[in-house]
């Protein structure tokens, strides 16, 4: 019997878990998807719920047959996959990031005419670019969890929606040293929690409570770190603190050093930044000096190279833009350099997980030591 026949006899069951205010919202847009191709409102129930005969079951349900898939053959990160058995639909994703993604691809199935009951699909790239110099870094603005602040559209702003697209872009690109940028709240627990042992994390609470929004992490198997520490730049003194972030590296495979400065600087006004710029570059010159080291200077500037801030941030500390003179016209996300260091390759990740990922495109630069 044709599933469109029938659609209208199943109802919604969502795992009753952690994430169960996410799954539960993933339930909702599945059954209003539903009802607008089809005209059937489907029930929407959580596991707790007893047991009927033909249900649709969003992520890990506890269900057989949701149980037997998750135990058997689980979806691998960034992976999804619809799949029928007997009269349970399943479409499950390794959290509420790909459920949502399994839904989207029944309900295009559901669209086409042609309901989907045997899919599987991945949001990864399918290749990420090899290291091709001493030390990767990357910078990442993550958006912070709030509502309002960037969100939109395919883009939602709870950490349970982005987290494997941010984790899974991050494993792809293997950085080195990574700044990440309103990172603060649920991030700052959940993404060093699920980076594992593969990462370090620099930084990520304030003695004084308030929040920096600002924090590094380091790959482990390829870097150590010898010093860190952080430098108020409060042009605005406000609850979110805008500082700079520091550490002193030494990659395992040359004991060559390396200086991190990572920051968010104020979206406020060029002036503002300018003095921002001022004290970034005194405090990575002061660096520099203290410790004999190149310098790698990145994060959210909050500025495009037309700006008197970029200009003078560069002049007074010597970097140059990792993109060439001229930099990117159309992004705020910059990694600099001080001379001592050779950018072989570079780019701004922009493909689909991307896009639910952030507002902001992560950007990596691979180095070599001149």
């Known amino acids: 019997m044709n599933l469109l026949d029938t659609i209208g006899s199943y109802r919604i069951v969502y795992a009753d878990d952690e994430y169960a205010e996410c799954r539960q919202q993933t339930a909702a847009v599945l059954a209003e998807g539903v009802r607008e191709l089809t005209g059937a409102a489907l029930p929407v129930q959580s596991d707790e719920e007893p047991e009927c005969g033909r ?8 269900r057989a047959a949701a149980l037997r898939l998750y135990d058997r053959e689980p979806p691998a990160w960034m992976h999804y996959c619809v799949r029928a058995e007997g009269e349970k639909i399943l479409l499950a994703g390794s959290t509420p990031f790909t459920d949502l993604r399994a839904c989207d691809c029944f309900l295009a199935g559901l669209r ?13 790239p399918e290749r990420f670019p090899a290291h091709s110099g001493d030390l990767r870094a990357m910078t990442f603005n993550l958006l912070v969890e709030y509502a309002g602040w960037g969100a939109g559209g395919v883009l939602r702003g709870p950490v349970p929606f982005r987290m494997e697209p941010v984790v899974g872009l991050i494993r792809g690109y293997r950085p080195d040293i990574l700044c990440c940028q309103e990172a603060f709240e649920r991030w700052s627990l959940t993404l060093p929690h699920l980076l594992g042992r593969e990462y370090g994390c620099i930084l990520r609470e304030r003695p004084d409570g308030y ?38 590296l030494e990659l395992r495979t040359s004991g060559r050093r390396v200086l991190v400065c ?24 002061r660096l520099q000096r203290q410790y004999g080291a190149e310098c790698i200077s990145l994060g959210d500037f909050n500025c495009l190279p037309e700006s008197g801030a970029y200009a003078g941030y560069l002049k007074a500390s010597g970097h140059a833009d990792c993109e060439g ?6 992004s705020v996300d910059h990694i600099f350099h001080s001379a001592g260091l050779v950018p072989h390759a570079f780019g701004r990740e922009s493909g689909e997980a991307s896009k639910f990922a952030s507002d902001h495109q992560p950007l990596y630069c691979d180095f070599t030591f001149a």
């Open 325 to 330: 003179e001229g930099g990117c016209h159309w």
């Open 262 to 285: 990572g920051t968010h600087w104020e979206c406020t006004t060029d002036a503002d930044r300018a003095q921002q710029a001022e004290l970034m570059a005194a405090l990575a010159l």
């Open 55 to 62: 249900e649709i079951l969003i992520g890990p349900v506890c």
């Open 211 to 248: 929040s920096n929004r600002t924090f590094l992490l380091y790959r482990k198997a390829s870097v150590r770190v010898l010093e860190s520490g952080y430098e108020d730049i409060p042009i605005i003194k406000t609850v979110n603190k805008r500082v700079v972030v520091w550490a002193l």
């Open 112 to 124: 086409a005419g042609r309901p989907v009951t045997e899919a599987q699909g991945s949001l990864l």
